[in-house]
């Protein structure tokens, strides 16, 4: 059933108020970098947008709250500079944004919000004599060029903190490894820190002031590299530093105590109230004496409470007990440190078992492994879930079991922190948009044009369960519908076109694009997810900086110059067959150029090509289609999608079309067939027919070698068998040719039902055989006189050998001519 979705509007995080004129017709734009790289909370500050193609900006979109726009203006073409108040109780940290224009909507990048007042770097601060000099508590925003390093100086006193945490890497801007030390005025590393696990490739650091005195903060790129791309936030203070927190989740709705690991003030105490639900991502901040830390500790929020370890637990019958559903909390706390936990299970329980550590961002890179409470061993794992490990486990026979958990390299450390999940089998849906370029946001988001359509492939990633999907996003914005089919159990994306009406307000919204099972008493929804690639080393290798989403943007934008229709085809696509399907373009008055078109979502089992052109200054052209022998047999919903220089690209689709994708009409069974160069022979043939057609059918041999050829014929609905009369000619290719398939066209609908091969054989062509030797001729005896004889019967029609008594006569012949020539 075709679904049409036409929703309200919701508010968005993200109020604009534009100071734009009217554009003219534009694509959409592209966000390259927000500058500057960071903003305090609690303050109004100017953000620029940088890219292409953003003077006609309308709206700045934000994934999170805390931001109010108040203005935005055009800085040239390509650079629109919002005003934007942050909100004091602003999360820190990284936040995402875009930018919606009139004509589009810009990738999604990021910026870091802190808070502390900012400082900018003042050149030449790169002697360690000639430092420049700054105040605690303040974050210092800077570049680091090739071979640069840059020198910072603050005053201490004894026993005061001195912390640095640096943003570079993370910002997502190049590939920039940072390094940072904290100096005394002797030059004495009193801490250092290259590739900090609590904030990836960046680094963070924190010291206890051994006296009154100041102290050198050097930055620079960990190879002495550097560019102008390489930039930093560096935050420096007394604020507290851990690298990780414990236990590292909680149960949701309470409150629970931790201790934050590895600052250098010792650990720290806190009691925190928890949300009352589940937030992805969510992390925990340290505060000590008024501070707090730039950014936070990464921490699980759960349905269960927690286990704690309990030392000594280094071996099976020290084992701290637990019961499940707890959430099992350790601390590999030395070198060669093993934890091991006790829990009781039931035959037939399935459970998946998850350790966190490295996505806590903690130093562990664990091993699990699982045994029954003999020893004996069950289970283990490595790296399943990145450094992480996952093991999925069903419980053999009731009784009492091991986890066993230590670090790959056997290393350990105060921060070194892992909680392990058990958690049933349950059903995860997760819905995207697939990549149209590697590592590019290119089409992720949906833009529809006023009295236009979009449209785009919706991809769903099922987990432990099947079925038919149904698409259920919460909210479009105003005047914008979609149209969409349930997506079928067998399939993992589904095609979508978005419309949006001719008075659609300009405008959009972050929306929380969900789907749902099509048995709503399974009770199964997933929403949608994008991830954005930022900082790679090389194509296909690691990844250090990216970005994940849970919104999907949409946006009604200005018009553009052309539609584009699928003529929808009266007949089917065949299995083994193919189509010309015909797209048109509709133009406005003085818009010629040319078209590019192509057709995302292809049923499965149809080829065509990437893409077709409608040249400059037509209105049409034909798609090539072809069916595989499998394709699957249904009606199809498809859609074009087509693009043309307006500016830049603009974007426009078709409307959802139906595609019928049908068993062949008719398959012939040929026989083999031989024939002597410059002879005749016959390809006969027995139909089998599948489906009534009316009037006369177009049968005919493609695949005959050289200088072989048959006439067409004409079948109907009735015939059941055809005979090819083939002819050779003497310069024809010896051998046996495999490739000789037959076609059909079927007129149905005014309409060609074409059968590209509705089956195969193959044709030997021999060389003559060698004349036979001339033999006299007997002797004549004398005639009797002749006497009336009776008159003989009419012989019987001659019989249709068979292939293999056309072979065996073929092998006499030859046997016999051979004999004679000897």
Sequence with gaps: MLRRFSLGVCACVALAVSTLGTAAIAASPSLNIILPRGVQRGTESVI????????????????????????IEADGANVAKATVKIASDCRLGEHVAQVRTKSGISEFRVFYVGALPIVNEAEPNNEFAEPQKIDLNVTVHGVVTNEDVDYYMVE?????????????????????????????????????????????????????APEDGQYIIEVRESAYGGNAKCRYCVHIGTFPRPTGVYPAGGKIGEEIDVRFLG????????????????????????????????????????????????????????????????????????????????????????????????????????VLNLYKADGSSLAGNDDSRGPDSYIRFKVPEDGEYIVRVTDHLGKGGADYVYRIEFSGVTPTLKLGIPRTARYSQYRQSIFVARGNRFGSLISASRANFSGE???????????????????????????????????????GMLVDFRARHADEKKNISGGYSNRADFVIAAPGQSLYSWRDVDKLAIAVVDELPFHLEIVEPKVPLVRNGSMQLKIVAHRKEGFTAAI?????????????????????????????????????????????????????????????ATLEVAEPYVTIALERSAVEKGQKTEIFGKLTHSRPFEGNATVRLVGLPHK???????????????????????????????????????????????????????????????????????KQAAKPKAEKKPAEPKPAPEKRLTRLEKLRLEAKERAAGTAASN
Aim: charged share 20%; glycine share 8%; proline share 10%.
């Design 156 to 208: 201490a006193k004894k026993g005061q903190r001195i912390a640095a945490e640096i943003e570079g890497m993370r910002l997502g801007e190049t590939m920039f490894d940072p390094y940072l030390a904290i100096l005394d005025s002797k030059r004495f590393e009193l801490a250092s820190a290259d590739d900090t696990p609590l904030v990836k490739q960046d680094a963070a650091v924190s010291v206890i």
């Design 708 to 778: 072989v050829a048959a006439p067409e014929l004409a079948i109907t609905k009735e015939t059941a068998e055809v005979t090819f009369a083939v002819t050779s000619d003497k310069t024809s290719p010896v051998g046996t040719h495999k490739n000789v398939i037959c076609q059909v066209i079927i007129t149905e609908n005014a309409e060609p039902v074409v059968h590209s091969n509705v089956g195969a054989t193959e044709l030997r062509i021999d060389e003559p055989l060698p004349p036979k030797p001339a033999t006299p001729a007997p």
């Design 469 to 507: 999907l149904i698409l259920d996003p919460k909210e479009l914005p105003p005047g914008i519908t979609m149209v969409c089919e349930p997506m079928a159990g067998n399939l993992n994306t589904m095609p979508v076109v978005f419309e949006a009406a001719a008075d659609a307000p300009l405008g």
């Design 48 to 71: 620029s947008f940088s890219g292409a193609r953003m003077a006609d900006a309308e709206e700045i979109f934000f994934y999170s709250p805390g931001f109010e726009v108040t203005k």
């Design 263 to 366: 600052d250098a003030g010792g650990e720290i105490a806190a009691k925190l109230p928890l949300p009352a639900e589940i937030i992805p991502d969510y992390s925990v901040f340290a505060t000590a004496e008024g501070s707090i830390a730039p950014s936070g500790n990464p921490f699980r929020l759960s349905e269960h409470g927690n286990a704690l370890e309990v030392e000594p637990n280094n071996d099976f019958a020290q084992a701290t007990p637990a019961e499940l559903p707890l959430a099992f909390n350790g601390i590999i706390s030395e070198p060669g440190d093993v934890d091991c936990f006790k829990f009781a299970a039931k035959k037939g329980q399935v459970f998946e078992v998850e350790c966190y550590a490295r996505r806590l961002r903690t130093p562990l890179d664990p």
């Design 596 to 656: 590019n078109v192509q057709l995302p979502f292809r049923p499965p089992g149809v080829g065509a090509s990437s893409s077709v052109t409608i040249p400059e200054g037509k209105n049409e052209v034909l798609y090539p289609l072809n069916a595989n022998g499998g394709a699957g047999i249904k009606k199809w919903k498809i859609y074009a999608l087509g693009s043309a220089d307006v500016g830049g690209a603009g974007w426009v689709a078709s409307q959802l």
